[in-house]
């Protein structure tokens, strides 16, 4: 009798459920998993309506709802509509793009620091960024143009690099990290070489914020993300499964080296258009891959609960950069960097104290 009921406690918790639909089809789902990613899009919606209520005109969180739901007056339809709603938007999709990103690199270096701002991706669009400020004077979106491409080049050369009969994370996060060192030279150099307003419009985009972005950065990101992330997820089983090795993905008939490329491109090309919108945001790509798999507790790249993981971090930042200091509020960019640097410390002290480092 005991025995059964350790069976049948052991069925109830267990994480994994399937699920039979009426028409006949059944799918797997993971419960927990479920139940984060809806609690991470809860928190992402909430502070998404604290922040359009946020400011000098501030409005209540039902107030904004029903502006939101065209029931507002026309100055509160104005504000939110034309003035914090793109912010938030681009925050929301910025987030969302670094997160999964993040989340493909470290399951594809098989490395937690294999992530776009270690790999040198982040700093790839940086120095496109600047080349556009610093030597042609070009405006934002010259300026964005140029983060998306220098992003893409870095992300292909660090490719080629890192080949060697197929790219393997070991040799991927080493190039990446020597071309991040690299690429962070020249951004000194271009700073130095720039002159005072150039020098000071360089070093205000690399801070990374969200203020005055409009709806002008909203649909190339949201054009973006709802093509590239749809792939990133239906390529979510095979990503699963290269993190066993190459060899079992191979017999497990996984195109390892073509899913590879196709991944790789499609991160790289989310976190240079997230990097071309807000500029470059640190750590967000790094610590919502982990902070997802913790809270989920699931293997796998959980692609999904990092990409609102990521929304969420980006959105709660950016509301502690704009509220927690008073009247002088910080770049997003500065928050999360404070908050990742933290994360770094209490994942250190964590591993440490486990024996693991």
């Known amino acids: 009798?005991?025995?059964?009921?350790?069976?049948?406690?052991?069925?109830?918790?267990?994480?994994?459920?399937?699920?039979?639909?009426?028409?006949?089809?059944?799918?797997?789902?993971?419960?927990?998993?479920?139940?984060?990613?809806?609690l991470l899009a809860l928190v992402a919606a909430g502070a998404a309506v604290v922040l359009i209520g946020s400011g000098d005109f501030s409005m209540t969180p039902g107030e904004v709802l029903t502006t939101l739901?065209?029931?507002?007056?026309?100055?509160?339809?104005?504000?939110?509509?034309?003035?914090?709603?793109?912010?938030?938007?681009v925050g929301l999709l910025v987030g969302g793009a670094l997160g999964a990103g993040g989340a493909v690199f470290q399951t594809i270096s098989r490395n937690p620091l294999g992530s776009p701002d270690v790999l040198g991706f982040g700093q790839g669009a940086t120095?496109?960024?600047?080349?556009?400020i610093v030597l042609f004077q070009g405006d934002a979106k010259e300026v964005a143009a140029g983060a998306v491409v220098g992003g893409l080049l870095t992300g292909l050369?660090?490719?080629?690099?890192?080949?060697?009969?197929?790219?393997?994370?070991?040799?991927?996060?080493?190039?990446?990290?020597?071309?991040?060192?690299m690429l962070t030279a020249a951004t000194q150099y271009l700073i130095t070489k720039a002159n005072l307003v150039d020098a000071t419009r360089a070093v205000v985009w690399m801070t990374g914020s969200l203020d005055g972005r409009d709806w002008a950065q909203v649909w190339p990101l949201l054009v973006v993300c709802a093509v590239l992330l749809p792939?990133?997820?239906?390529?979510?089983?095979?990503?699963?499964v290269m993190e066993m090795g190459d060899d079992a993905a191979y017999a497990l008939g996984v195109r390892v080296e073509r899913t590879r490329l196709l991944l790789m491109g499609a991160a790289v090309l989310l976190v240079a258009v997230a990097t071309a919108a807000a500029g470059p945001i640190a750590f967000v790509s790094?610590?919502?891959?982990?902070?997802?798999?913790r809270l989920t507790r699931s293997t796998g790249p959980n692609l999904v609960a990092a990409t609102f993981m990521g929304a969420a971090l980006l959105l709660v930042a950016d509301w502690i950069a704009l509220d927690a200091f008073g009247?002088?509020?910080?770049?997003v960019g500065v928050v999360t960097g404070v908050l990742g640097g933290c994360y770094l410390v209490w994942l250190l002290v964590t591993e440490r104290k486990a024996g693991r480092i």
């Open 327 to 331: 009247d002088r509020q910080l770049p």
């Open 127 to 132: 120095v496109g960024a600047l080349t556009v």
């Open 69 to 89: 739901f065209g029931h507002g007056t026309f100055q509160q339809e104005f504000i939110v509509t034309d003035l914090r709603l793109p912010r938030v938007l």
């Open 157 to 181: 050369a660090v490719y080629l690099l890192a080949w060697k009969r197929g790219v393997h994370g070991f040799r991927l996060v080493l190039v990446g990290i020597g071309a991040a060192a």
């Open 1 to 38: 009798m005991k025995a059964t009921t350790t069976k049948e406690t052991a069925r109830a918790v267990r994480p994994v459920r399937a699920v039979r639909t009426a028409g006949g089809y059944s799918f797997r789902m993971n419960v927990r998993a479920a139940l984060v990613v809806l």
């Open 231 to 240: 792939l990133v997820y239906g390529h979510g089983p095979a990503l699963r």
């Open 286 to 293: 790094l610590s919502a891959p982990q902070l997802a798999r």
